[in-house]
């Protein structure tokens, strides 16, 4: 086992006893030998999201029943994203259009969800695009651009919030909402 793979062990470990219901690959994941991935995720025995993503173990959202209000989570991946890689690893990542696939599958779940979070590997300025082109998504939190703002942005109704870098910001999102039941507060930590 070469040093990398022993990190990447030791970073799925960590994964598996943080309390997360869903993840999304990044570039950089995405780039890992195929198999050696489909065993980190193994490990950190969590379900990946991504809704414009072609792969298999990937589902393309996920709802999650928090005190009553069913919150669907999406993921997605802008092809700008892997746009400085080599061809040789572009072509084994197979993404499809990010705006229409979160509009498909908003309209899936429209009757199955009260909220819809996107997590996006996109950078800040691509979520914004995103939350203009998008009526119904209610939060993106976003990530890639190692952006860090003070206070969710909100773009045509969509609150954005960015996950900064290498962990240093770790936050709390208090979210209400007519459609989350009576303005009922939902803890999406």
Do not use: W
């Amino acid at each position: 086992m070469n040093h990398r793979s022993y990190k990447d062990c030791l970073m799925a470990e960590a994964y598996k006893i943080l309390p997360y219901d869903v993840i999304l690959y990044g570039d950089q994941e995405l780039t890992m030998d195929p198999k050696a991935l489909d065993n980190l995720t193994d490990q950190m025995a969590v379900s990946v999201v991504s809704t414009n993503l072609k792969r298999k173990g990937v589902v393309p959202s996920k709802i999650i029943n928090r005190g009553g209000v069913k919150v669907a989570v999406l993921g997605v991946m802008d092809e700008y994203a892997v746009k400085y890689y080599p061809e040789e690893i572009k072509e084994k990542i197979e993404l499809l259009d990010p705006v229409e696939s979160i509009k498909n599958e908003i309209d899936r779940l429209s009757n199955k969800a009260d909220i819809f979070v996107l997590l996006s590997h996109n950078g800040f300025d691509i979520d914004q695009n995103i939350a203009q082109k998008i009526d119904g998504l209610d939060i993106i939190v976003g990530s890639h651009s190692q952006s860090s703002i003070e206070s969710p942005e909100e773009v045509n109704g969509t609150l954005i919030v960015q996950a900064g870098k290498a962990g240093y910001y770790i936050g709390c999102l208090l979210y209400t909402s007519d459609a989350a039941d009576e303005k009922r507060g939902v803890d999406l930590g």
